[in-house]
Structures are given as C-alpha cells and as structure tokens.
C-alpha cells in the first residue's frame, strides 16, 4: 500500500466523523447542517484522492484523476456559503465587497464553480491525466487553464476571509467574535497551507497532493471546535439566565405573598376596629340623649328652686350641670373617634 494514500484517507474518515457529530449534536441549527455538508463533500474528495494514490495501474489511476476536483469546486461553493451562515452575513447579500455586493459574489462563485466543473469534465483544459512519481505514486497532470482554477481558488478564500474579517468587527457578542476568530484562524491555515499544497506546488510539477489534506484537516478541526463550542456557551448561558430568572420570580413571588399576608392583616384589623368603633357609638347615642334630658330637666329645676333655702341644692345642681357639659364634650370626642375608626 502506498504510504502517501493513508493521509488522505484519515482526513476523510476524520472529516467525516466532524459533520456527523456535529449534525447528530444539534441538526436545528443551520450552520450545523452547512458545516456537516462541506465535510461530507470534502471527505469525498478525499477519498476519490485516496484511491488515486492507491492506484498501481496506469488505468485506474486515470480513472480517478478528475473525481477530487469535481468534488473540489462545489466545496468551495459550500466554504463561501457556509462562512455567509457563520457571520449571518445570507441575511444581508445587499452588503458590498470590493465594491460588488455579497449576492453578487455568490452568483460568481456558482457560475464560475459550473463552468469549471463542465471544463472539468468534457475538457482537457484543467486536468489532462495522470503521470507516474517514484517516490508518490500517480500524480494529476495540468492543463492550461489550471492557473485560472488556482486563481478562483484564491478569489474564495480571500472573500471567505474578508468577510469573516468584517463579520468580527460588526459583532459585539463576545461568543460570536470568539467562533469567528477561530474560524479566521482555520481559514487562513488552509489559505496558506492547504491551497499551495494542493494546487500551486502540483502545477509547478512539485507531488504534494498528499499533504495538503494535512491542513485543511487542522482547519476542519479548528470549524469544528468554534461551533461546538459557541453552541455549548450559549446553552450554559441560558441556563445561567434562566437561573438568574427563577430567582428573580421568585423573590417577586415572596414580595407577593407578603403584600397579601400585610393585606389581609389590615383587612381583619379593620373588621376589629369597625366592630371597636360600632360597640362605642352604640352607648353614646343613649348617653348623648341622657345627657340632653338631664340638661333641659335641670334648667326646669333651677327655676322651680328660687328661694335662699334651696341655696345649697342649687350649688349641687350647678356642679350637676358643670358635670353634664364636661360628659357633653367627652362625648363629642369619643363620636369623632368613634367615626375616623369606621372609616380607617
């Protein structure tokens, strides 16, 4: 078995086990089902690549030569789509770049993704076939239009970094600028490593196919960890607010019952002071009218009683009266106590 085979084909068993998981963890979430997408079509590349460097005959290596690359365009497709989910960027296609708005750089991308995959697959003009490599195995043989593939290879990943670049500086959500930051660092591994591997060196006639599955791995790796991760904050942050929700209701709760408990402790100290208030008025009214008969009766008497002998029980009535005046006032007191109790 051809040593420079087995990376290719760990990548697309390691890539495709990253979209699995991640669909499997939470497959509601859009960026999950894009994500597990482009892992899936990229482990395809993967394993189409493992085959050709697995290939002992000049025939079935020619075989395999084109199936990478038609699986290589459409992951480009899905690398833009899914760093436009990532900064929530398909919401807003009108924003420009470069001076061309988003929902035009997608139609560009399509396009020019179709007509490499049609000059892919009924031209020579990409890839020709295969040549034999001592030390590799069967390696891609290009054609003339390969520095054109090579440079929408770069166009994509200069979007796809611009726009994360600029998704990071229009959030202010800390998780969000975190996801986004590894995801800038991922990108810019396979920019940098993974897309001179896998095309530049070739087309200088330099065998690295094999290893430039290594760094589109690590990038993979890098996604994988961002969205985990960010999806995994987020759920402990909700539980944190919901925490710090229950706790809030219910001390708005004990509030509320206390104000009842208060309430209905006034409502019954009202009843006993309404019942306080009827049980003083009741007497009253017998000791006003008393009182007022008393009065008139003694006002008859000091007439009757005129002479020097009733001298004496005129003083005992005056002091009667004197008394009758001073209940008259407690009296007047006690009904006005009497009535702001009733109406406390």
């Known amino acids: 078995m051809n040593p420079f085979a087995l990376p290719s084909l760990l990548s697309s068993v390691f890539l495709f086990a990253l979209g699995l998981i991640l669909l499997l963890h939470n497959r509601k979430e859009k960026i999950n089902r894009v994500f597990c997408a482009l892992m899936f079509v990229s482990s395809l590349v993967n394993v189409s690549a493992f085959f050709l460097h697995?290939?002992?005959?000049?025939?079935?290596?020619?075989?395999?030569?084109?199936?990478?690359?038609?699986?290589?365009?459409?992951?480009?497709?899905?690398?833009?789509?899914?760093v436009l989910v990532l900064t929530d960027f398909n919401?807003?296609?009108?924003?420009?770049?470069?001076?061309?708005s988003l929902k035009q750089?997608?139609?560009?991308i399509i396009a020019l993704t179709l007509i490499f995959e049609?000059?892919?697959?009924?031209?020579?003009?990409?890839?020709?076939?295969?040549?034999?490599?001592?030390?590799?195995?069967?390696?891609?043989?290009?054609?003339?239009?390969?520095?054109?593939?090579?440079a929408f290879f770069g166009y994509v990943g200069v979007v796809n970094i611009t726009v994360m670049f600029r998704g990071f500086r229009a959030t202010s959500d800390l998780l969000?600028?975190?996801?986004?930051?590894?995801?800038?660092?991922?990108?810019?591994?396979?920019?940098?490593?993974?897309?001179?591997?896998?095309?530049?060196?070739?087309?200088?006639?330099?065998?690295?196919?094999?290893?430039?599955?290594v760094p589109f791995t690590i990038a993979a790796f890098v996604?994988?960890?961002?969205?985990?991760?960010?999806?995994?904050?987020?759920?402990?942050?909700?539980?944190?607010?919901?925490?710090?929700?229950?706790?809030?209701?219910?001390?708005?709760?004990?509030?509320?019952?206390?104000?009842?408990?208060?309430?209905?402790?006034?409502?019954?100290?009202?009843?006993?002071?309404?019942?306080?208030?009827?049980?003083?008025?009741?007497?009253?009214?017998?000791?006003?009218?008393?009182?007022?008969?008393?009065?008139?009766?003694?006002?008859k008497l000091k007439g009757v009683f005129t002479g020097p002998e009733f001298s004496g029980l005129l003083k005992k009535i005056r002091l009667f009266l004197k008394s009758c005046q001073a209940l008259k006032v407690s009296r007047k007191l006690t009904g006005q106590l009497a009535i702001e109790l009733l109406h406390w």
């Open 176 to 213: 969000s600028k975190l996801r986004l930051k590894h995801n800038l660092i991922g990108f810019l591994i396979m920019l940098v490593g993974g897309i001179p591997l896998a095309a530049v060196l070739p087309a200088l006639g330099i065998p690295s196919h094999s290893l430039a599955f």
């Open 118 to 150: 049609i000059l892919l697959i009924f031209t020579n003009t990409l890839v020709t076939g295969v040549e034999s490599n001592p030390a590799t195995g069967f390696e891609h043989t290009y054609g003339g239009l390969f520095p054109a593939a090579n």
């Open 105 to 108: 750089h997608l139609r560009i």
């Open 223 to 299: 996604f994988y960890y961002s969205i985990l991760r960010f999806q995994i904050e987020q759920i402990k942050e909700l539980n944190e607010n919901r925490e710090q929700k229950v706790e809030e209701r219910t001390l708005e709760l004990q509030r509320a019952q206390a104000h009842l408990i208060h309430s209905e402790k006034m409502a019954s100290l009202g009843d006993l002071v309404a019942g306080i208030a009827h049980e003083i008025n009741t007497p009253l009214g017998s000791i006003t009218s008393n009182n007022d008969v008393f009065s008139r009766s003694v006002d």
């Open 54 to 82: 697995l290939s002992t005959e000049f025939d079935t290596a020619f075989f395999w030569t084109k199936i990478p690359y038609i699986f290589v365009f459409p992951t480009m497709l899905l690398g833009f789509y899914y």
């Open 91 to 100: 919401r807003h296609l009108n924003k420009k770049l470069f001076g061309v």
